[in-house]
């Protein structure tokens, strides 16, 4: 009880309760960014990039209903509240994630491709070949993938 580190962050007024629901409550939104930034809905907070890993994601994720399970019956209303809208919000997060292409490698790399992307029908070759490939990904993932 008496971490450095917990007087910091925590009012000395609040109680030892207190103090626990907001450490659960930080814990939850720890995860909760942590599997939105791998799934590449957030960027990497020091390098800027967006990373897109899947199952990093879901092993968060996994981890969020873990809690959940473990902690039935054990928390309160708001502490309940935040862990099941973290977990609803990931979960649509984490099907749309399957659902889209991953994000180009080259994209952050050379700043043309945008521009290349947006005349699609100027240069067919280089958009046919990628669209074509991404699609049979895609669907080999859609069906054996766990979707929430």
Known sequence: MNDPHLSE???ASGSPDEMRSAL???????????????L???AHPETGQ???DL??????ID??????????GNLNQEETALLKQSLMSL????????????????????????????????????PAAA???????DGHRKKFTKKY
């Open 55 to 60: 199952e990093a994601a879901k092993f968060f």
């Open 131 to 137: 669209p074509a490939t991404a699609p049979d990904e």
């Open 91 to 126: 979960r649509m997060a984490f099907v749309e994630s399957v659902d889209s292409p991953p994000p180009p490698a080259a994209s952050p790399a050379k700043p043309e491709t945008p521009l290349t992307g947006a005349g699609l029908a100027g240069e067919p070759d280089k």
């Open 63 to 72: 981890q969020l209903e873990m809690l959940e399970f473990k902690t039935k």
């Open 9 to 11: 962050d925590m009012p």
């Open 50 to 52: 967006v990373v897109r």
């Open 40 to 42: 590449g809905k957030t």
């Open 24 to 38: 659960f409550a930080h814990m939850v939104m720890q995860q909760s960014s942590m599997a939105m930034m791998l």
